[in-house]
């Protein structure tokens, strides 16, 4: 099991042209709109 979560689509267009956010854990970057994330693992079966 990897331990990196890949987001398949941009959160905040949509769009699949990610790529990893240099010296960031978890960070990506969309190359479409520009922005910068983290992708943030919080548990497995919680739910509120
Ligand atoms: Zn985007």
Do not use: Q
């Not at 990196?4 to 689509?9: G, L, N, S």
């Not at 479409?32 to 983290?38: E, Q």
Request: include cysteine; charge should be negative; proline fraction near 6%.
């Amino acid at each position: 099991m990897s331990e990196r979560a890949v987001p398949f689509h941009c959160p905040y267009c949509g769009e699949e042209d990610l790529e990893p956010y240099e010296n960031t854990h978890g960070g990506w970057y969309c190359r479409s709109c520009a922005r910068a994330f983290v992708v943030k693992f919080i548990g497995v079966g919680v739910r509120i």
